[in-house]
């Protein structure tokens, strides 16, 4: 699941989609690319982080995309890095609160991949 980047207010699906058909191609994997609202005039943050969150919640739906959580590998680039922290924040914040609430926690570890122009690719994996 890859966020694009472009400042949160350019770039789109299609500016990264060589990339990431590269990068599926590379990977032998299928690589879901989320369009989110961009500044200032479709969102703010909150928006772009509520549609990510969205998006890998379908991603893992048995009634949506039916991936299991733990082949997801979430990332992006410049602000859609950003986005795939926000995630793996949002996903850590969720599980804290059904384990506080006792409810049945599902196994939620998730694997991510931030790009960004001052730092190397790094795959980093975690457990919320």
């Keep these: 699941m890859w966020m694009h980047g472009g400042a949160f207010i350019f770039c789109h699906?299609?500016?990264h989609a060589r990339l990431l058909s590269s990068l599926g191609a590379a990977a032998d994997a299928k690589v879901l690319s989320v369009e989110y609202?961009?500044?200032p005039d479709e969102g703010r943050y909150a928006d772009m982080l509520r549609e990510v969150t969205r998006a890998y919640e379908w991603l893992?739906?048995?009634d949506g995309g039916g991936a299991d959580p733990k082949d997801v590998?979430?990332?992006g680039d410049s602000a859609g890095g950003h986005l795939a922290l926000g995630l793996i924040a949002?996903?850590?914040k969720k599980k804290r609160e059904e384990e506080d609430g006792g409810g049945?926690?599902?196994e939620n570890q998730v694997r991510s991949i931030h790009w960004s122009p001052y730092d190397r690719v790094?795959?980093?994996?975690?457990d919320p």
């Excluded at 790094?122 to 975690?126: F, G, L, S, Y």
Aim: hydrophobic share 50%; glycine share 14%; aromatic share 0%.
């Design 13 to 15: 699906t299609g500016t």
């Design 37 to 39: 609202s961009l500044c």
């Design 60 to 62: 893992v739906d048995a």
């Design 73 to 75: 590998v979430v990332g």
């Design 90 to 92: 949002e996903l850590a």
């Design 104 to 106: 049945g926690a599902r």
């Design 122 to 126: 790094r795959v980093v994996n975690a």
